[in-house]
C-alpha cells in the first residue's frame, strides 16, 4: 500500500473553535467539510487528546475560521502547535462571539461557519462531529488557504495529533551536492520547522539569505513560538 495517495487528497486550513462554560478554546484543523447541502451540514474530525474535543463535547457547539491564504505562519502555529491547556489562545486574538457563543477569528479570516452538533462519530484516535449550520458569513476577499500551500509555499509541518498525520519517511533520493558556501538549515525540535536562510523568514521580517546564527536573540519559530535555543543543526 502506498500511503503517499492520502497526500493526494486536498484540504483547506481552518480554526476550529469552541467553548466549556465561559472559557473558549480553538485549534488548527484541515478536516472540515460541508456533509449536506439541504440542510447545509459540516463535520469536522478532532483528536480525542485535543481540548477543543472536550469543549466540543461539553457544549455542542462548534465555530470553523476559514483561513485565507495570507494566514501568518505565526498564528497556524499559535493555534496549531500550542495548546490551549496551557495558553488562553484567544487572549492575544482579534475575535467575535458568535450567536453559539464560540470565538470567531477575524483576522486572515476568509469566512466563517458556526454549527451546533447533531451526531458525533467515534473513529478511534479522533471524533467525527457532525452539525447544523446555525450562521456563516464570508469575511475577506482573500482566497482560502490550502493545506497544499501551507505545505509548500509556507513549508508548514502537520502536528502529529492531526486526522492526516502521516509518519515522514526519510527521503531515498539522492542528495543534491550542497554549494560550498551554503549556510546550514536549523530545525525546531518542538515543532519540525526548518529554518532555510535561503528563504528567511517572511513573515518575521528575516530577509533570504540571513544566517541562523545571525537571527535576533528575540527571534523565535514562526509555526509555535520556541525560542533559537530550541533549535537544532540539520547535519
Ligand atoms: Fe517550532
Same mark, same amino acid.
Given at each position: 500500500?502506498?500511503?503517499?495517495?492520502?497526500?493526494?487528497?486536498?484540504?483547506?486550513?481552518?480554526? @476550529? *473553535?469552541?467553548? #466549556? /462554560?465561559?472559557?473558549?478554546?480553538?485549534? !488548527?484543523?484541515?478536516?472540515?467539510?460541508? =456533509?449536506? +447541502?439541504?440542510?447545509?451540514?459540516?463535520? @469536522? *474530525?478532532?483528536? #480525542? /487528546?485535543?481540548?477543543?474535543?472536550?469543549? !466540543?463535547?461539553?457544549?455542542?457547539?462548534? =465555530?470553523? +475560521?476559514?483561513?485565507?491564504?495570507?494566514?501568518?505562519?505565526?498564528?497556524? /502555529?499559535?493555534?496549531?502547535?500550542?495548546?490551549?491547556?496551557?495558553?488562553?489562545?484567544?487572549?492575544?486574538?482579534?475575535?467575535?462571539?458568535?450567536?453559539?457563543?464560540?470565538?470567531?477569528?477575524?483576522?486572515?479570516?476568509?469566512?466563517?461557519?458556526?454549527?451546533?452538533?447533531?451526531?458525533?462519530?467515534?473513529?478511534?484516535?479522533?471524533?467525527?462531529?457532525?452539525?447544523?449550520?446555525?450562521?456563516?458569513?464570508?469575511?475577506?476577499?482573500?482566497?482560502?488557504?490550502?493545506?497544499?500551500?501551507?505545505?509548500?509555499?509556507?513549508?508548514?509541518?502537520?502536528?502529529?495529533?492531526?486526522?492526516?498525520?502521516?509518519?515522514?519517511?526519510?527521503?531515498?533520493?539522492?542528495?543534491?551536492?550542497?554549494?560550498?558556501?551554503?549556510?546550514?538549515?536549523?530545525?525546531?525540535?518542538?515543532?519540525?520547522?526548518?529554518?532555510?536562510?535561503?528563504?528567511?523568514?517572511?513573515?518575521?521580517?528575516?530577509?533570504?539569505?540571513?544566517?541562523?546564527?545571525?537571527?535576533?536573540?528575540?527571534?523565535?519559530?514562526?509555526?509555535?513560538?520556541?525560542?533559537?535555543?530550541?533549535?537544532?543543526?540539520?547535519?
Amino acid at each position: 500500500m502506498n500511503n503517499k495517495a492520502l497526500h493526494r487528497i486536498s484540504y483547506g486550513l481552518y480554526i @476550529v *473553535s469552541s467553548k #466549556k /462554560g465561559d472559557k473558549f478554546n480553538g485549534q !488548527i484543523a484541515n478536516t472540515v467539510f460541508q =456533509a449536506t +447541502s439541504e440542510p447545509p451540514r459540516v463535520a @469536522v *474530525s478532532i483528536n #480525542k /487528546g485535543n481540548l477543543t474535543h472536550e469543549f !466540543i463535547q461539553d457544549s455542542g457547539v462548534f =465555530a470553523v +475560521s476559514i483561513l485565507s491564504k495570507d494566514a501568518p505562519m505565526t498564528l497556524i /502555529g499559535h493555534f496549531g502547535f500550542k495548546s490551549g491547556r496551557d495558553l488562553d489562545k484567544f487572549r492575544s486574538q482579534n475575535y467575535k462571539i458568535g450567536v453559539t457563543g464560540v470565538p470567531i477569528i477575524l483576522d486572515f479570516c476568509a469566512g466563517y461557519i458556526e454549527a451546533e452538533v447533531i451526531k458525533s462519530l467515534d473513529i478511534g484516535t479522533h471524533t467525527i462531529f457532525v452539525g447544523n449550520v446555525v450562521d456563516a458569513d464570508v469575511m475577506s476577499e482573500v482566497g482560502p488557504m490550502t493545506y497544499a500551500y501551507y505545505h509548500q509555499i509556507k513549508g508548514g509541518k502537520t502536528p502529529k495529533a492531526a486526522a492526516t498525520y502521516v509518519a515522514e519517511e526519510k527521503s531515498s533520493a539522492p542528495a543534491l551536492k550542497p554549494p560550498v558556501k551554503a549556510l546550514a538549515k536549523y530545525e525546531c525540535q518542538v515543532c519540525g520547522y526548518i529554518y532555510d536562510p535561503e528563504i528567511g523568514d517572511p513573515d518575521g521580517g528575516i530577509e533570504p539569505g540571513t544566517a541562523f546564527e545571525d537571527l535576533p536573540d528575540d527571534w523565535s519559530c514562526p509555526v509555535c513560538g520556541a525560542s533559537k535555543e530550541d533549535f537544532k543543526k540539520v547535519e
